[in-house]
């Protein structure tokens, strides 16, 4: 039996408390964040933003912002950023379309071939840059539709020329400070 948004839409009326995704017809629960990966989402939806917002480049999500996409599976990615033309304004709905920019983190029990293979997927449906944030290696792997992929270390700094021009992000600004 394959399921659809609505069925999906009915148990999260039941389960609020359940962070799902519909898979290939089929609902998918996700755990909760670890600390180090939760708080990795906020820094780079922090940083972003504080970019992307005062120049009205488009908007960016967290982990619940939901978007079906074009082979009707509803996928939550951990950031993610749509162009502002491309959405003129906020709904009620999840979103239908692909996002421009999707970031999956990898948590304490996430393996990282799915996550990567998410990450394709979304490029095949149209995304312009996947990036794959490993905190256990404390890497940034950048993924593009050409198959290209580049991994950044702490030492490093992430651009998105293509997204976001003029744009820099040290890596060691991900990671969790260390309060002495």
Known sequence: ???TITDLEQVQR?????????????????????????????????FLGNWVDPRRLGRVYDSSGG?????????????SFVRADRIKRSNRDFVRLVPDLMVEIKSKSDRINPLADKIKLFLALGTTVGILVDPDKETVTVYRPTGETTVLNTEDTLTIPELFPGW????????PPVFE
Not at 31 to 39: C, F
């Open 168 to 175: 820099e992000m040290p890596i060691a600004d991900l990671w």
């Open 1 to 3: 039996m394959s399921l």
């Open 67 to 79: 978007f079906i996409l074009p082979n009707t599976d509803l996928r939550a990615p951990d950031v």
């Open 14 to 46: 039941e389960h609020p408390e359940w962070n799902l995704e519909l898979i290939d017809g089929g609902i998918k629960a996700m755990g909760p964040s670890d600390d180090t990966s939760s708080e990795i989402g906020a820094r780079f939806c922090r």
